[in-house]
């Protein structure tokens, strides 16, 4: 089971992004948000398209190739965690800057939650573009976050 991050102090889990390959929203889920957003269709493509450059701005100006990509991306507001898997998908949670990293924990629930509740399911297909809508995927995800002392 991954380590929790250490609790330096207060944090906060804001918001959870999951996209395909192709940039398509397929699991999008909030917690302790100001309800003034734009639409969240638009926020959706704003988020993928920013990792997307970033991660291909990354690739072009190292010197090495980054064996992980671009995990984090941290502002004076936020910070926003990504996980890419092999196939193309991109896990993102974003949280307040007191998280600590998250790399474990992204993992645990792209290969013990996503992989296990939704790509097992026989319901789903990878090529699909619509969103997840999977109540089993919904609470093992919340229950997970909630044991993780950022999730306050």
């Keep these: 089971q991954p ?3 250490p609790a330096l102090a207060r944090t906060m889990i804001y918001n959870m992004y999951i996209f395909n390959r192709l940039g398509h929203c397929l699991y999008y889920r909030e917690w302790h948000m100001n309800p003034q957003r734009p639409n969240d269709e638009e926020k959706q493509r704003l988020v993928y398209g920013s990792l997307y450059s970033l991660n291909e701005l990354v690739q072009k100006m190292a010197s090495v190739k980054p064996k992980d990509g671009m995990l ?3 502002t004076n507001v936020f910070t926003m965690h990504q996980f890419h898997t092999a196939s193309g998908m991109r896990f993102v949670l974003n949280t307040d ?3 600590g990293d998250l790399r474990q924990n992204m993992y ?6 996503w992989v296990e509740c939704v790509v097992k399911s026989p319901l789903w297909s990878p090529a699909s573009t619509k969103p997840v809508d999977s109540p089993l995927f919904d609470r093992q995800l919340q ?3 909630e044991g993780l002392s950022c999730f306050r």
Aim: charged fraction near 5%; hydrophobic fraction near 50%.
């Design 3 to 5: 380590l929790a991050p």
């Design 108 to 113: 645990h629930i792209y290969a013990m939650i």
């Design 97 to 99: 800057n007191n998280a």
């Design 143 to 145: 229950t997970y976050l």
């Design 72 to 74: 984090t991306i941290k």
